[in-house]
């Protein structure tokens, strides 16, 4: 009796098999090779671009923040208020075209938009630990902000 359908050959590398699957899944996705049309895949380029120069770009905010900080308590406040006020539109940037390409994700957006923002407070870290290690020898603030608004426009 043929009613009844075969299973497939047992192969010892379904391990690697799917690894590579996995793996293939995950560039192809990345890249937005699973995207229907160009106008989606274009969105995605644009999202991904933003995101990777944004977190590039936030990172010297953190220390802009802790050197102003730093220096005093109200010049750290105004600063950190400003970059608050300038993250909202960059987050934006982020989840917009994010959206356009991958509507059915909205938490995707969220993640990547919020995922920029995680970088201020690592460069925030990293110059409070210089700034505890170097306690005798601190650079000028018109030095130390100078050289961040260097990397800032640069990125």
Known sequence: DDSYQKSPPLNNNNNNNSKNNSAMTLSQWSSGADLQNAQQKRAWRVAMLLFCSLLIHNFPEGLAVAASSVQSTKLGMQVAFGILIHNIPEGIA????????????????FLLASGSGLAEPLGAAVALLVWKNAHRVLPPMENVLSFVAGIMVMV
């Open 94 to 109: 982020i989840a917009v075209p994010c959206l356009a390409a991958r509507p059915d994700r909205p938490w995707l957006a």
